[in-house]
């Protein structure tokens, strides 16, 4: 391994201590934990299961086959059905939201170190009460006021923000095996004096966000999303940007950049041009095989990922403190993984694309591994090779339990997993899968509707 691959490596390998605070970091590492702490013995949440029946403005729309409020605003839920070459190969609930949300974090130098302003953010499907979110997360009903609350705070700085200002600003999607085309608005933008703290959120270093990622269902899918969208392959030494220059993850030669696009672009193009893959909407309750059971779930006979739950919901503090709603309630752990290796001095990614019924465009680039529960497919050579892996002593760059989007899903947990292997244990590589360094990744997303949200949450794991 040549000097600049063990430069990477090591910095990698090398796990940020909670006990070792950041220079010129606003608060310290035991003023995060106890805030968090404090904001959770403060949180008055109760959830309760309750029947369709009992959930109110919620009920199932006969006409319409699918499950929805009064208003007919937030999301709906139908049914899906998917074909492949005129054959019907699934059904599935399925989250119908189209409208885009806004995913928003504010940056600021502070102490001549970069800040974020985070958000101790309340969600009724949070494993753990309280995790970090970004400064707003808001959906456009939340802005517009349809849910009859409150604004949510430090809206205007996202709706009057200036070119100049921002550092991210994309639409990306989110999980394509539960909402249909659901996409979110995800931006940083950037202020010249730090905002006063309330005492829901506070003001954190990339290097604490990172290690707080570390800690099991603490920072949150919409937080973690946005991070991984920070264009490090766009910007260089000049001008004073809110990252460090860490070209070990992307010094590539443009000729070989340009090479594995054409390579991920080709998986994709042919997908989207050869695929006879076609996905509609049906009535939910019309689906076979799915019941609403006794327990008043709305779920397969058999197995499936996931369930619909409907819940009361009580949480002092947010914009609108009771209110009912459904769930989506996984039946287990995914997992999430990620494997590279060293080629030649440049850090590579094994992706594969990824088709999912409710992707806005068909297919993205997701990670190595994307493995539901109770998923009955069989493994291809790549899973059984991570899979095998896994029991045997592997050299481990991140695993992590982190929690989905509390909003519509119910404490959903997944395993996330970064696997460095020797590049020569895995030749040849199957169909679909290519190897990617990070610099191409990152440039894919500043593109819409390119890398999936797995894959995205997976590279924002790094230490950059």
């Known amino acids: 391994m040549n000097q600049e691959a063990e430069y990477w490596l090591n ?7 909670a006990q070792k605070d950041c220079e010129n970091s ?10 968090i702490a404090s904001r959770k013995s403060k949180s008055q949440v109760s959830l309760k299961k309750i029947p369709l029946k009992e959930c109110y403005p919620w009920f199932y ?23 492949q070459d005129g054959k019907i190969i699934s059904q599935q609930p399925i989250i119908d939201q189209t409208e885009i949300g806004f995913l928003g974090i504010i ?26 979110s970004p400064t707003l997360q808001a959906t456009k009903s939340n802005f517009t006021g349809r849910h009859g609350g409150k604004l949510p705070m430090y809206l205007d700085y996202f709706l009057k923000m200036k070119p100049e200002d921002i550092i991210v600003d994309q639409i990306q999607s989110e999980q394509s095996s539960r909402f249909l085309k659901k996409r979110n608005r995800n931006v940083i933008v950037k202020v010249c004096k730090p905002l006063e703290e309330p005492d829901s959120h506070r003001w954190m270093t990339l290097r604490q966000l990172k290690e707080l990622m570390r800690h099991d269902n603490l920072v949150n899918m919409d937080t973690r999303t946005v991070l991984s969208c920070i264009p490090y392959v766009l910007m260089g030494q000049e001008g004073d940007v809110p990252f460090r220059d860490k070209p070990y993850f992307y010094k590539t030669a443009w000729s070989m950049k340009r090479k594995t696009l054409v390579e991920l672009y080709k998986v994709i193009n042919d997908y989207k041009m050869l695929k006879t893959n076609v996905v509609e909407k049906i009535p939910l309750f019309s689906m076979k095989d799915w019941i609403m059971s006794d327990e008043n779930e709305f779920r397969h006979v058999n197995y499936f990922p996931y369930k619909v739950i409907f819940c009361d919901i009580i949480i002092e503090g947010r914009e609108v403190s009771n209110w009912r709603q459904p769930l989506f309630a ?17 850090l590579k990614f094994l992706v594969k694309a990824r088709a999912e019924p409710g ?22 050579d790549v899973e059984k090779f991570f899979f095998d892996r896994l029991k045997h002593n592997p050299q481990i760059l991140s695993d992590c339990i982190l929690s989905e989007e509390g909003g519509r899903f119910y404490q959903e947990e997944n395993r996330n997993v970064i696997l460095l292997i020797e590049k020569k244990e895995l030749e040849p590589i199957p169909m679909g899968y290519v190897w990617s360094d990070y610099g191409t990744l990152n440039l894919l997303t500043q593109i819409n509707n390119c890398l999936n949200i797995q894959l995205r949450n997976l590279l924002s794991l790094l230490e950059i």
């Open 11 to 17: 910095e990698i390998l090398e796990k940020p201590s």
């Open 26 to 35: 606003l608060h310290s590492y035991k003023e995060l934990f106890d805030w």
């Open 61 to 83: 729309d006969d006409k319409d086959g699918c499950i929805r409020n009064k208003d007919g605003s937030f999301f709906k839920i139908y049914g899906l059905r998917q074909y």
């Open 107 to 132: 940056a600021c130098k502070i102490c001549g170190t970069w800040h974020y302003l985070m958000q101790a953010k309340i969600e009724p499907g949070n494993v753990n009460v309280v995790q970090i």
């Open 330 to 346: 996984s039946n287990g752990k995914a997992t999430f993984g990620l494997i590279c290796c060293d080629d030649n001095g440049i």
């Open 359 to 380: 992707c806005f465009d068909g297919i993205e680039i997701g990670p190595t591994i994307q493995r539901e529960t109770n998923s009955r497919e069989e493994y291809d």
